[in-house]
């Protein structure tokens, strides 16, 4: 009889740990699907949304800022993850200063296309290809940033050419230089022309020595993109519109842009130049270019930059006098 009833116990105690397991397991799984349960519309942003996104066109009252604003501010750039964190970098100028700003933290989604920032009051919205952040800068005006992905494709980069140089200009003057490059200058003064290209746009590119120390550098390209754009610190509506000109001095050079034009992008750059020794002429601008006169009828052009792996490339022309 003792026996009958341990057995009998024993199953009763087997059975309900089995009953708890199973009633157990139902309820982590229920719980785990409720917290990983998304619905197809914020499946549908979160899948727009996630990646880096970079500054293209920024707006106060409807007005396109300034030029020399957008100069600073184009560097801004969002990033947005999957596990609902973000991070919105902005870079302006005031003046003379230059300051940064970062907002970060998490994000939800509100309705399609729809997104709110946790601890901020800006608004931010999915329209077509782009990312829009609506907010109140420092004079309490409606200030609207328009960002596109990174890898949009009017962001795609172009194998270097010679529009790269003297982007970012320094000084590069070789102040204790005594050679006498008078005999060199004499060689070089006139007009020289590419050679040993087939693209038509790249067939007019010219190197001017107006002077015995000026140099004016022409460069041509059939089209450009956005990236030529901002990095001339222009902003324009995106898409990029069919019809469209603009032309802005930078530094020592100026860049028109027409989209009617045979060449699209043209650059004129005034640069002064420095005869190191008999075949050696530097740029005072940059020391990313150097020039070799090889003859009297060729010279060189010798462009260095580095990669986006931060690999050192080099890339030549020639120039033959005209």
Not at 10 to 35: K, M, P, Q, R, Y
Not at 143 to 150: H, K, N, P
Not at 172 to 179: A, G, I, V
């Amino acid at each position: 009889m003792k026996y009958l009833l341990k057995k009998s116990s024993l199953i009763v105690l087997t059975i309900s740990l089995v009953l708890f397991g199973l009633i157990s397991c139902e309820s982590n799984d229920d719980a785990n699907s409720e917290e990983s349960k998304e619905t197809p519309v914020e499946n549908a942003t979160k899948a727009k949304l996630v990646g880096e996104w970079r500054l293209i066109i920024s707006k106060v009252d409807g007005e396109l800022i300034a030029e020399s604003d957008f100069a600073t501010l184009k560097e801004s750039y969002a990033n947005f993850n999957e596990d609902n964190t973000y991070k919105v970098f902005y870079k302006k100028s005031s003046g003379a200063s230059t300051s940064t700003s970062t907002y970060s933290g998490t994000y939800v989604v509100n309705q399609l296309n729809s997104v709110t920032f946790y601890g901020s009051d800006s608004e931010i919205a999915l329209v077509d290809n782009t990312l829009q952040i609506t907010s109140k800068n420092a004079a309490n005006k409606t200030q609207v940033d328009l960002f596109i992905r990174s890898d949009n494709d009017e962001f795609e980069e172009e194998d270097a050419d010679e529009t790269d140089v003297v982007d970012k200009e320094e000084d590069s003057t070789d102040t204790n230089n005594s050679y006498d490059g008078t005999d060199v200058i004499a060689k070089l003064k006139g007009v020289w022309t590419i050679s040993g290209v087939d693209d038509d746009c790249l067939k007019k590119n010219t190197l001017n020595f107006e002077s015995d120390d000026l140099l004016v550098f022409s460069q041509h390209k059939k089209t450009f993109n956005r990236s030529d754009l901002t990095r001339n610190n222009i902003n324009v509506s995106y898409p990029m519109p069919a019809i469209f000109s603009a032309s802005v001095t930078k530094g020592v050079s100026t860049v028109t842009f027409n989209t009617q034009a045979d060449c699209q992008f043209i650059k004129v750059s005034k640069l002064h130049y420095n005869v190191l020794d008999a075949q050696t002429i530097a740029i005072n601008e940059t020391s990313t270019l150097i020039i070799k006169l090889l003859n009297d009828t060729t010279i060189n052009l010798i462009y260095t930059y580095k990669d986006s792996d931060s690999n050192e490339q080099v890339i030549e022309f020639d120039y033959k006098k005209m």
